[in-house]
């Protein structure tokens, strides 16, 4: 798909998925050795949801958007989006 691609008025189900560092303690693990417990990893992050869009706007520019919105929490960090779906739903809910 483009990266250009500009998406049209409408309503739209969306579906992202990405992906960040973060450090990993095992649950229940004692104050004392929790710094030795602790391990690097990444983790993931999956959100979907639906919008109306009223105006025009490039593809980047919406997923950017929608990824800052729901990793507002991870500010600093290096995020990788690895899926953007959007798909576009008629008057009835029905995507097309």
Known sequence: MDAAQIIEPGCYDY???VQFPSVYIP??????FRNAAAY????TRHVSGQFDLTE?????????????RHCDDLT????????????????TGDAR
């Open 27 to 32: 649950e229940h693990t004692p104050p004392a």
């Open 15 to 17: 579906d992202i998925k």
């Open 40 to 43: 690097e990893t990444t983790r």
């Open 56 to 68: 025009h706007i490039g593809r980047k520019v919406l997923r950017d958007h929608l990824v800052r």
């Open 76 to 91: 600093g960090v290096d995020v990788q989006v690895s899926r953007f779906d959007l798909t576009r739903v008629d008057a």
